[in-house]
């Protein structure tokens, strides 16, 4: 085998595990995410419903608020 050869093979080799590494390191990165994800809509899920449910009540009052004067249509 020439030395050449044994070049191309050590940098293909060492190409590989470099995109082997940055694969592990993007699906961990994405794990964390999820994980970070999900914890944030469990934190913020009674918020979200405290405040769909003054936006439903808030939009049945005007509905119910007629101006002096004017009848309902």
Known sequence: MSPWLLVWYLIAAVTTMAVLVFAIAL???????????????????????????????????????TPPGRTRP
Not at 38 to 55: I, T
């Open 27 to 65: 699906v961990r990165e994405a794990l964390l995410v999820g994980r970070t994800a999900r914890r944030f809509q469990e934190e913020a899920q009674p918020l979200v419903d405290d405040v769909s449910r003054e936006a439903a009540r808030a939009s049945g009052r005007p509905a119910s608020l």
